[in-house]
């Protein structure tokens, strides 16, 4: 199930988050880790999305939850709670809204023009 953060109640998102912010000193995972090098984004600024990125979508379709965050600058950074492990990284145009995003890959699709809340 993919959810979109604009149709997940923000008590839902709160609590989500709260455990995502528990995990800054967690692991790269060996994809992860490729991916830091690969896409030349730093450790450090892929922790400080985990401290303060905006949550973007929860994700539970591999078997484990993910968490997708994004950063001011762009930089995205996903998380997977179970295993409690950095994911990926990747960089994002910081301008990008998304206008052309397919939400039909998300449970409830996406709801545009929503602002956070968390």
Known sequence: MRL???VLAQSSQRTLLKEVRRG???KFNAHAGTALVRRNISIGDARDVIRTG???EYNDDFGTRHILLRGESGV???VDLDLEEIATVYANH????HQTINSSRYLGGVKHGITRGT
Do not use: G, L, T
């Open 94 to 97: 910081p301008d990008d809204n």
């Open 24 to 26: 800054d000193a967690w």
């Open 76 to 78: 995205c950074v996903v």
């Open 54 to 56: 905006d949550f973007i």
């Open 4 to 6: 979109h953060y604009s």
